[in-house]
Structures are given as structure tokens and as C-alpha cells.
């Protein structure tokens, strides 16, 4: 079965960095699309960046220069580096991977950006 797992998150301040982790089991990070969402309170879930199977990433504007997605082939896990962290990036992120249309989700890890 398909297994993905968060972590990573926690309490920092603003214009700090936090490293998220995702590792996968049942199911490769090399083959398929895969990305990052977050939900923020009273909010709904948003695209954060993607990365493709083949490497190729994307980000939304508002995370663009500041966050950076990658992965490691060979512990078949993928990293979100967040940095110069804004209180309004408060959300629990997600991990996604899109196996041929459907999608598989972790159960997310909360980042909190409070001074």
C-alpha cells in the first residue's frame, strides 16, 4: 500500500527556515508527480510546489525564491526547505504524489510562524 509520511514541522519565528520531509513507501518518488500542499485555518488546501519524475519543479508566487522542493532518489523521500518564514505560511503541509490520477495523501506536519 501506498504510505506517505510528514515531518519536519514545528514553532519558529519570523524569517526562519524549517526543513519538511517526506518519505514514501509503497510507491516512488522517481516515477510519478508529486508535490507540496498546505491548509491554513478557515482555509482551504493550496498548492504549494510540485516536482515531476523526471526533476522539473514548480512553486506558487507566493512561496517563489523563499521555499525549495527536491528529493533523494535513493531514500525515496522529498524535502520542502522553507526559508525567510512569514506568519502567513502558518498551515499544516502535506505531502501529495499523483500515481497516474490518483492522488495519495500524508497525514501532514503543522508549521507554526509566531514571533
Known amino acids: 500500500q501506498v504510505q506517505l509520511v510528514e515531518s519536519g514541522g514545528g514553532l519558529v519565528q519570523p524569517g526562519g527556515s524549517l526543513r519538511l520531509s517526506c518519505s514514501a513507501s509503497g510507491t516512488a518518488f522517481s516515477m510519478f508527480d508529486a508535490g507540496w500542499y498546505r491548509q491554513a485555518p478557515g482555509k482551504e488546501r493550496e498548492l504549494v510546489a510540485r516536482i515531476t519524475s523526471g526533476g522539473k519543479t514548480n512553486y506558487v508566487d507566493f512561496v517563489k525564491g523563499r521555499f525549495t522542493i527536491g528529493r533523494d532518489d535513493f531514500k525515496n523521500m522529498m524535502f520542502l526547505q522553507m526559508n525567510s518564514l512569514k506568519p502567513e505560511d502558518t498551515a499544516v503541509y502535506y505531502c501529495?504524489?499523483?500515481?497516474?490520477?490518483?492522488?495519495?495523501w500524508g497525514k501532514g506536519t503543522l508549521v507554526t510562524v509566531s514571533s
Open positions: 501529495n504524489i499523483d500515481q497516474l490520477g490518483l492522488d495519495y
